[in-house]
């Protein structure tokens, strides 16, 4: 078994879908902070994700001595401007009208770690080109999948009917959805949580 330290319904669904036996700890890391300090330092959304992801996994490891802990973060960067999950639906609104016909890119990291210390991690970007979906579409989106807009940074959850507000995704799909699961799997194998 290995401990989650994150409290993504998404990535919990990947993990137990493959088959990974596990459990969650949410590391409850500040964030934004953590954000606005790398933000000064390197503007790099994909370093960004990795450090928060290091920072949780860290943080719930030395709450489980002897446990592997996974740790993971996506960034989603927009011409130079960092999104967060929208908080109402009009923030939901507004990130959707600002991502409609351009292209964005989806940065995650994974770290493991264990006893406090990383012992491994990965990251990987995507590239998600959004259509020109008309505000009656926006809306029909809106209303349908109601609170999930909420939930997910950028307000769409590929996996489900947000897949129609894009013309292409470049990168794993996985990684869009938050968690370069395939790299997972492998690292859990070679370290024995999973059949070779």
Known sequence: MIILASASPARRAMLD??????????????????????????????????TLAELKAIKVSARHPGMLVLGADQMLDYDGIWFDKPKTRDDARHQLKMLRHHTHRLSSAVVAAKDGR???????????????????????????????????????????????????????????????????????????????
């Open 17 to 50: 879908s493959a088959g990974v036996s596990l459990a969650v700890d949410v590391a409850g890391v500040d964030e934004e902070a953590v954000k606005q300090a790398l933000r000064l330092e390197t503007g790099n959304p994909l370093r960004v994700a990795e």
């Open 118 to 196: 990383r012992v491994w991690y990965h990251a990987e970007q995507a590239r998600l080109t959004m259509r020109n979906f008309s505000d009656a579409f926006l809306e029909h989106y809106l209303e349908r999948v109601g609170e999930a807009a909420l939930g997910t940074v950028g307000a769409y959850q590929l996996e489900g009917l947000g897949a129609q507000l894009f013309l292409s995704v470049e990168g794993d799909f996985f990684t869009v959805l938050g968690l370069p699961l395939l790299p997972v799997l492998d690292f859990l194998r070679e370290n024995g949580e999973l059949t070779q």
